[in-house]
């Protein structure tokens, strides 16, 4: 079978987006009954309004950040970034002054249970689905850089 390939980014989305979105281009990259995979390009004061879908879908921030929404919580997303919107539950993303570019992939199953039922992936799928706490944390601090700057002239180190 021959590889197909699928273009998406600048000059292959949508202008007018998803629905109930503004400020938002969009390229479907896959659909299929079992799930799809989209781009979404915010530009400044871009919205995705509030909706709910009847499946699991996963927004992974690749470029950029703003806001995604959850039932009544909020919070910033980034780049390197993902947020898991459950069926059945409203869930929006929104920029304030920066661009952001995210993939959303839409599963029409849970994706514990999906997980599961792929052959070769029961081992993944016992981890995957065992029940895990909230995280708390920061991020490491960074290694200090030898410095060529002089402390006692008052520069930064």
């Keep these: 079978m021959p590889i197909e390939i699928r273009r998406f980014g600048v000059g292959h989305r949508r202008p007018d987006g998803p629905p109930g979105s503004d400020g ?5 990259i896959e659909a299929r009954a079992s799930g799809s995979v989209t781009e979404l390009a915010f530009g400044r ?3 995705l309004a509030p909706h709910a879908s009847p499946r699991w879908i996963c927004f992974l921030v690749i470029e950029g950040g703003g ?3 959850v039932g ?4 910033r997303i980034a780049a ?3 947020a898991v919107w459950p069926p059945d539950v409203l869930h929006a993303a929104w920029t304030d002054g920066t661009p952001m570019r995210a993939i959303l992939v839409e599963l029409a199953e849970d994706p514990l249970q999906l997980s599961a039922a792929v052959d070769g992936l ?3 799928a016992d981890v995957v689905a065992r029940p895990v706490a909230r995280g708390e944390g920061h991020l490491a601090e960074r290694p200090r850089r030898r410095s060529t700057s002089e402390v006692s002239e008052g520069e930064p180190d």
Aim: net charge neutral; proline share 0%; charged share 40%.
């Design 122 to 124: 029961a081992g993944v």
């Design 67 to 69: 806001w995604t929404g």
């Design 72 to 75: 009544e919580e909020r919070c």
């Design 45 to 47: 004061r871009a919205r």
């Design 80 to 82: 390197g970034e993902s």
């Design 24 to 28: 938002v281009e969009s390229r479907v």
